[in-house]
């Protein structure tokens, strides 16, 4: 899957379909960056809780998840994941999936794992009641095509359930990054095709009863180090020489310094949900 560019004006911030087949190869990107959403964020009802309760799904039901990543969603809703849901978790990353799998291995809940490609969903048509796509939708290239895959897969009545960003998330952050080097691929950067903005249109055009949820959430960061690990495993800075680097983490903590070693963010996440009719 790669980023989609809505017009060539924003194509040095898009990252290419290499550099992020090669953020989530492993899992160790993406870890990096849960760790400061985990240790800094101010809402203590947690993301992924809040996402389990947005479902509305029969029992029993089954469930498809597009771009699972460590499998976080169902690891943190173990204590109350109904026996009778049949859930299929899937990446497009195996590496990601091997992860996934040791995090659930203990779960007690028996999951099947597929390498999916969302635009070529491998199940025959109305199967699944529900399928979740994770902050995962603004990579995908082919838009149209996914959510065509998605609603045929599909059956009559079973919702998808789109969790993304607004096209303002974690601003104060991207503005650091372009005031060091306006020219590094920052992956926030990256969301611009599929927003709790413009998001909504792009469901209702395959799906009905469609509705944007908001997750109310801020970053109050006092570790800044823990900011630059972030900014590294969320940006194609990995070949920067050592000195460019050193550069990077010297702005980051005079950042700080200014702010008086208090660096907030504003978030804005939710899920866009919508029914096949």
Known sequence: MTPHSPDTAHEEHIISQRTVAEQYRTSSNLEARIRLHERFG??????????FD?????????????????GKLWLENSDRLPQDWDVT???????????????LAGSGHDFAFRVIDARR????????DAVIANHMLYYVDDKPRAFSEMRRVL???GRLYAATNGGKHMQELVNLIEAFDASIPF??????????????????EWFGDVEVRRY???????????????????SSVFDLPGPRKAELAKFVMEQ??????????AKDAGIIGGKRI
């Open 89 to 103: 978790l899937s990446d497009f990353s195996e590496g990601m999936l091997h992860k996934t799998r040791e995090n």
């Open 54 to 70: 947005q479902f509305d799904l029969p029992r029993p039901a089954r469930v498809l998840e597009l771009g699972c990543g460590i």
């Open 187 to 204: 992956i926030e950067r990256t969301i611009e095709g599929f927003t709790l903005e413009n998001g909504a249109q792009q469901v209702a």
């Open 256 to 265: 700080f310094a200014l702010r008086s070693g208090v660096f907030t963010i």
């Open 121 to 128: 969903i491998p199940f025959e048509p109305e199967q699944f």
């Open 42 to 51: 101010t809402n203590r009802y947690r993301w992924h809780r809040w996402v």
């Open 216 to 234: 109310p959430d801020m970053l109050v960061v006092t570790d800044e180090n823990a900011l630059l690990d972030y900014i590294l495993s969320a």
């Open 155 to 157: 059956k009559r009545g």
